[in-house]
């Protein structure tokens, strides 16, 4: 049996392998990402994709903002080899000096009761030219073939506690008019398709889907749970996709 918060490491992480490479389009179309040296990861989770960006950009310091000390800890630790900072708790905890080149928000502003309190932080803590990308989910995108009832039933009680928490799950139409408001001019904004198509991908999504199941449904897995995502890797016709954005900005001069 797998502790959940064994189980959310593992998550992290297989969302980080499968979204990465489709993300740095927006990383090469910034100026402003290729000059940064301090950047902030907003709800860097594990920091596994942290790890992922700074092996590709050693030149750059990253300081990683996690409320959960011990997920922050076992994915980066103190002693890593980049240069990765972990400041346990919110942007608040962040020291009031701090001046950052760039912000990445991945899959952490959907969870936010109040945006406009941390779009005010980023103001004030970031310098003249900076840049900002943010990534979530866009459910409308969503797609799996052939169906999977328990695993998507879980996924939606998923979306009713997000959103019964005070986040939003739909973030798409409303993220540019709330930055230009902050002084954040939007560069593009993108879908990002994450898919099943490739062999080694499919692979990696059904251990994806594996421990999604299990974050929502316990460990060990309920017999039917399991019997339908593996009936879903063994057939060659099976497909599935999860839809994102990214959304790139810069402050306006």
Not at 208 to 225: C, I, N, Q, R, W
Request: net charge negative; with cysteine.
């Amino acid at each position: 049996m797998r502790t959940r918060d064994a189980i959310y490491d593992d998550l992290l992480r297989y969302q980080a392998e499968l979204s990465f490479d489709f993300e740095q389009a927006f990383y090469r179309s910034s100026d402003v990402w290729r000059s940064a040296r301090r950047v902030l990861d907003f709800g860097a989770g594990n920091c596994y994709y942290t790890r992922k960006l700074a092996e590709k950009n050693p030149e750059k310091t990253f300081v990683c903002v996690e409320r959960d000390a011990a997920l922050a800890r076992r994915g980066c630790g103190w002693a890593n080899p980049y240069k990765i900072e972990v400041v346990t708790g919110t942007f608040t905890d962040v020291a009031d000096d701090a001046a950052f080149d760039f912000v990445v928000a991945r899959h952490a502003m959907s969870y936010l009761a109040d945006r406009a309190a941390f779009m005010q932080w980023v103001v004030h803590h970031t310098t003249s030219t900076a840049g900002l990308l943010t990534i979530d989910a866009d459910d409308s995108k969503f797609f799996v073939r052939p169906a999977l009832p328990l695993l998507e039933a879980g996924n939606e009680d998923f979306k009713k506690d997000v959103r019964a928490s005070g986040g939003d799950r739909d973030l798409r139409p409303l993220l540019q008019e709330e930055w230009k408001r902050f002084g954040f001019c939007h560069l593009r904004t993108d879908p990002l398709i994450v898919h099943s198509d490739i062999t080694a991908r499919k692979e990696l999504m059904y251990m994806f889907m594996m421990t999604v199941a299990e974050y929502d449904h316990g460990s060990p897995l309920p017999a039917k749970v399991r019997e339908e995502i593996d009936s879903w890797v063994l057939d060659p016709t099976s497909y599935l996709q999860y839809g994102m954005f990214g959304s790139l900005f810069e402050k306006a001069e």
